[in-house]
């Protein structure tokens, strides 16, 4: 590496240094993100963010054409023409899995698929990743044209003619990697053609978004682009919108392809398509040889889809044929795995795949009709589970005791330095091994089970859960003894270089020694032995002595992808000339543990990846509990979470938005927090309130524990921090905040309780370690009036006993002359200061719990009411008449709110019960009552916090970011969002015509308040009857209102002016008439008799005159009380 490389490379990471300083900087800054003061600066230390990591592979940065310089010039040129081909097309697989795949499969991708896109959303995310798409063009035309170029050396090589043909050795070749390096590049368009067909925004998006180019046409001025721009734009969006219609595959097959002329060319070439045939049927026997046995390497299953590729292509070239061999293999690999997993846990059906790419003669091959899709899948899911069953012990003791070896063993026990490389050689492949086996089955039963919706058995599911855990294991270990695998890679690499030379020392040797027994060494090129038409020994000799030197010479780098490549394409040549005898398949298979080893790290990465499980994460709803109720399984819950954390990395390398990625982060912590924290407090809790129990109680706690057993729940607060990705969370803080909040909440709703819950905390201390606040609790002294927890214990009696007034801030006791009661009490804003004085801030959010509970039950209460079949056909009917007569009136008519009130506002005398209307009325005055504690409770907090920091600023400020008070100053917020969250789907249906029932309620009212303001005139009156204050009605109809957000279907009926207008009508037609005969009856009542006869006496007609006058007054007061009340709610 020279000066420059190594400049830049210093640079880059003191940059990168830089970066990560400042992130560290920036997570410093926002530890107070959680509740429970779990966040932490160790969250710098996760491997996502350590500063420096160790990434190890072999790199080459000398070309092709210089690696393979010979004195053999024809033989040079051969191999490096097709070792070029051939790692490029490798580089561009490596370029498409890493850069394109998972990024096309998450394309478009929402957390929920009810999730609606805004307009214009579509056109914005596709323009977003127009580079993803570029980049798709580039990779597929870049593909397109070496491995075109690759199919014009083959069919070279291949050609049958004599005059053109340059190679005489190699007519019978056997060029294996070359055919598997096309098949990989094959392998591309099948991917992407698959990928496109699973996700259907690709194509929408696009197709949105040719649109508005085309709009953009029009004006391009507006936009601030240039036409050339757009032209170039639209002719590559235009160019993936064919690919993309009729498929990557076979648009490589259609006249306009580039690859037209040599297809044309190759069908005539009979020896290229034998060898491919050749090629495809050995790869599809060995592959189907090692499948679910222990033999089965990580690229096994997706090098099926290269062969699968090359019979694709194979097809197209010869339409008319199929052999018969190559047809059996074919459904033989069907039968044995129809499914295959690629990059996200992409599934490939391959009889599905077959169907879609194949030509339709082909497809329609008798062996192709009798195959089943869904039968072989069954049977495939049966043979797996059959292989779990079967393999599962002794998998998990073959990982166990490598786990075991990998850690233990001591260095000084070999007696050789070679002996602790091969151990790690080894070992590093046995756990390569073992993980991919893992993976392959948890991935497959989890996938196919929710495909076929096959319910997992428990046991099942416990074992896959166990499978997930172990998987994490391997990488942990890994990750634990890379130090030590670097350390020695370079070695090993050599050490596997050496085994495959001692193949190929004793060749060359050999070669060497024929050589010299023919007398003379040739120095020929390759080509010179074109001149004749005989076979030349000599020239054979000399050729095959240069491959061997070449691939040795290849083995004495770093075995990185590119050497192996040339070692591969030189073999294959050595073998197709036929001279030399060696073991070939033994040195191949040593060639792919060297590679596996080389690049250890991506490899392990692959195999322990379980992204997969991002597409069954229900499934946390079914481990969680179970490791949480097996004690012995605690251990597991950190690699669990860690398996579902790797969904994380399947959605940041897919490019999804940011909401989707913090939703499933949310899941995460959600499925922890319900399955395992809030069980685990509550059971904590529980155990310490039995043991109190049992002790000052006898006989209350009958525990067995040799029939229920014992939990020894301490073993979870032993636990390390859990590092999430996004999250550091200690289980025992969280336990920790828990108790000391439910101690402080239980001994303020009861402090007679004090002494017990002491107990618990200095128990719990004791028994689980845990360190808790003190409940510090001060005396109750309060100077004035009720204490704010006498009113939360006795809410129901609170919400039935006090009259509430808005403008005052103040609550009035309702109290009866049977009390014997001279005095009354009342609540204002000083008494809940002294309260929140007296108590601290910390009781504030407990009040706010119960007023919530209370709000909770009303509303439901409310709802049942509204079920009433009567009081549900009126307000049907009054739901018909408004809806189908608004258009030409103006206001809702005051006779429909009167005739509803006579249908509803009766009183059934039998029974002695309220009427409908009547309990409405009650039931919205108390929860405007509470409504109204709530807002006098948020006025004394902020009084309360006001005269702190008038003593002392510094202490506010503490108490205020302790409490966060400013973030929770608008208590009725918090109701609405809590309440509105809560309230069921019935609910709301029951109360949809609440609106229409507020007319008929304040007639009611209206009619009560004026009928006990007449008894308050009276001797004897009863002190209960006196109302001079009661805003709660008004306040739960506008609280219910906004609740429903039916204001402003109220504010259409236009009731309060229809009222007035009645009122103003009737005291017009009583001064009119002069008088009628008196009749009996009170306050509204009155007002139903005038339109027949009215008062004749003067006196009679005034005193009607005053109760419309009364009637007219109450109406407005209520109009005024709802308009105040709206006011503060809003």
Not at 628 to 651: H, M, P, Q
Request: charged share 25%; proline share 2%; net charge neutral.
């Amino acid at each position: 590496m020279g000066t420059v490389e190594l400049e830049e490379q210093q640079e880059k990471l003191r940059r990168f240094v830089d970066s990560w300083r400042d992130k560290s900087f920036d997570i410093l800054n926002g530890l107070d993100d959680d509740g429970y003061g779990t966040s932490s600066i160790l969250d710098v230390q996760c491997s996502e963010l350590d500063p420096i990591h160790v990434c190890v592979e072999p790199m080459e940065y000398a070309s092709i054409p210089r690696l393979v310089e010979a004195d053999n010039v024809g033989v040079a040129k051969l191999v490096t023409v097709l070792s070029y081909n051939c790692f490029e097309i490798s580089k561009l697989c490596r370029q498409a899995s890493t850069n394109i795949y998972l990024k096309l499969l998450m394309f478009g991708h929402r957390s929920s698929s009810q999730e609606m896109l805004l307009e214009g959303e579509s056109q914005k995310a596709f323009g977003h990743s127009l580079s993803l798409f570029m980049e798709v063009s580039d990779i597929t035309c870049r593909a397109i044209e070496v491995m075109g170029n690759l199919l014009q050396q083959l069919d070279s090589i291949y050609l049958q003619e004599q005059n053109h043909r340059p190679y005489q050795f190699l007519k019978n070749a056997t060029l294996q990697t070359t055919f598997s390096t096309f098949g990989d590049g094959l392998t591309i368009f099948l991917v992407l053609d698959e990928i496109l067909q699973k996700n259907s925004h690709i194509r929408s998006h696009m197709s949105l978004f040719m649109r508005m180019i085309a709009k953009v046409k029009l004006d391009p001025n507006s936009f601030d682009i240039s036409l050339e721009d757009l032209d170039y734009l639209d002719q590559v969006v235009n160019q993936l919108e064919k690919s993309f219609h009729d498929g990557f595959l076979k648009r490589l097959f259609k006249e306009d392809s580039l690859w037209h002329g040599t297809l044309q060319k190759i069908k005539s070439n009979r020896k290229f398509l034998d060898a491919l045939s050749s090629c495809t049927y050995e790869g599809l026997s060995d592959i189907s040889h090692h499948l679910d046995t222990w033999k089965e390497y990580p690229c096994d299953r997706k090098n099926m889809l290269r062969y699968v590729a090359l019979f694709v292509f194979r097809s197209y070239l010869l339409v008319e044929t199929v052999e018969k061999r190559m047809g059996k293999v074919i459904i033989e690999v069907i039968c044995m795995a129809p499914v295959i997993y690629v990059e996200g846990g992409i599934r490939f059906v391959l009889l599905d795949l077959l169907n879609n790419q194949l030509p339709q003669s082909v497809i329609s091959w008798p062996l192709f009709r009798q195959t089943s899709r869904d039968t072989d899948v069954r049977n495939y899911v049966e043979h797996v589970d059959f292989i779990f069953g079967r393999d599962w012990q002794t998998m998990r003791d073959a990982l166990a005791g490598w786990v075991a070896s990998f850690h233990a063993y001591p260095m000084t026990v070999f007696s050789s330095i070679e002996g602790i490389l091969r151990t790690y050689f080894r070992q590093t492949i046995q756990g390569i091994l073992l993980a991919h086996r893992l993976q392959t089955i948890a991935m497959s039963l989890l996938d196919l089970h929710a495909y076929f919706e096959v319910p997992i058995k428990r046991e099942k599911a416990k074992s896959l859960c166990h499978i997930l855990v172990l998987l994490k294991v391997v990488e942990n270990t890994f990750c634990k003894k890379i130090p030590d695998i670097v350390r020695s890679l370079p070695h090993i690499i050599h050490l596997v270089q050496a085994d495959i030379e001692h193949f190929l020392l004793p060749v060359k040797d050999e070669l060497h020694s024929e050589i010299a027994k023919g007398g003379h060494s040739s120095k020929s090129s390759f080509l010179s032995s074109m001149i004749g038409r005989g076979k030349d020994i000599d020239i054979r000799i000399t050729d095959s002595l240069s491959l061997v030197l070449i691939a040795l010479k290849m083995l004495q780098g770093g075995g990185n992808i590119k050497r192996l490549c040339i070692v591969n394409v030189a073999l294959d040549i050595l073998q197709s000339i036929g001279h030399v005898d060696m073991n070939y398949p033994r040195v191949r298979k040593l060639i792919s543990k060297l590679h596996m080893v080389s690049d250890f790290q991506r490899v392990v990465g692959e195999v322990t990846n379980c992204s997969f499980l991002y597409w069954r994460k229900e499934m946390m709803g079914t481990w969680l509990p179970m490791v949480y109720t097996d004690v012995n399984k605690i251990s597991w819950l950190r690699f669990l979470l860690e398996a579902f954390c790797d969904g994380l990395r399947l959605l940041k390398f897919g490019n999804v938005g940011r909401l989707t990625l913090r939703s499933f982060e949310g899941e995460i912590k959600d499925a922890l927090n319900n399955e395992i924290m809030v069980p685990l407090c509550r059971d904590i809790e529980t155990d310490l309130r039995l043991h109190v129990h049992s002790t000052h109680i006898k006989g209350s706690v009958h525990v067995n524990p040799t029939k229920t057993g014992v939990r020894n729940l301490s073993w979870y607060l032993r636990l390390e921090p859990l590092r999430l990705p996004f999250k550091l969370i200690h289980i025992k803080s969280h336990v920790e905040a828990y108790l000391d909040s439910t101690f402080y909440n239980h001994t303020a709703m009861s402090p007679y309780n004090w002494k017990t819950y002491t107990e618990m905390k200095h128990l719990a201390e004791l028994k689980y370690g845990v360190v808790l606040d003190g409940i510090h609790l001060p005396e109750r002294s309060l100077d004035l009036g009720l204490d704010v927890l006498d009113i939360m214990r006795n809410l129901h009696q609170f919400a039935e006993s006090y009259m509430y007034n808005i403008n005052a801030q103040v609550f009035i006791e309702r109290v009866s002359s049977d009390q014997g009661r001279k005095t009354i009490r009342i609540i204002s804003v000083d008494h809940v200061a002294s309260s929140v004085a007296t108590h601290g801030l910390g009781i504030i959010d407990t009040v706010m719990h119960s007023i919530n509970y209370f709000l909770e039950e009303k509303i439901a209460s409310l709802s049942e009411v509204f079920q009433d079949d009567h009081f549900r056909s009126q307000l049907l009917k009054e739901y018909k008449f408004w809806k189908n007569d608004k258009g030409y009136l103006d206001k809702y008519p005051f006779s429909r709110a009167e005739e509803l009130n006579e249908a509803t506002g009766k009183k059934d005398v039998e029974v002695e019960e309220l009427s409908i209307l009547e309990q409405v009325c009650s039931l919205l005055t108390e929860i405007g009552n509470v409504v109204g504690f709530a807002k006098i409770l948020q006025t004394g907090s902020l009084r309360h916090a006001c005269t702190i920091s008038q003593t002392s600023r510094d202490m506010c400020t503490m108490l205020d970011h302790k409490y966060s008070l400013s973030d929770h100053a608008n208590y009725l917020s918090i109701l609405d969002n809590a309440l509105f969250k809560g309230l069921q789907g019935s609910e709301k249906a029951h109360l949809k015509q609440f609106f229409l029932v507020i007319p008929a309620l304040t007639i009611n009212v209206v009619d009560s308040k004026v009928h006990y303001k007449d008894k308050v005139l009276q001797r004897g009156r009863d002190a209960a009857n006196q109302t001079p204050s009661d805003d709660g009605f008004m306040l739960g109809i506008a609280y219910i209102l906004k609740l429903m957000g039916q204001g402003e279907l109220f504010d259409g009926l236009h009731w309060f002016s229809s009222a007035t207008s009645h009122f103003d009508e009737a005291m017009a037609s009583a001064v009119e008439s002069g008088g009628t005969e008196q009749r009996k009856g009170s306050g509204l009542a009155l007002l139903k008799l005038w339109s027949s006869s009215l008062a004749t006496v003067s006196s009679k007609t005034q005193k009607v005159l005053d109760t419309i006058k009364r009637c007219r007054m109450e109406m407005e007061l209520i109009e005024f009380g709802v308009n105040t009340a709206r006011t503060i709610l809003y």
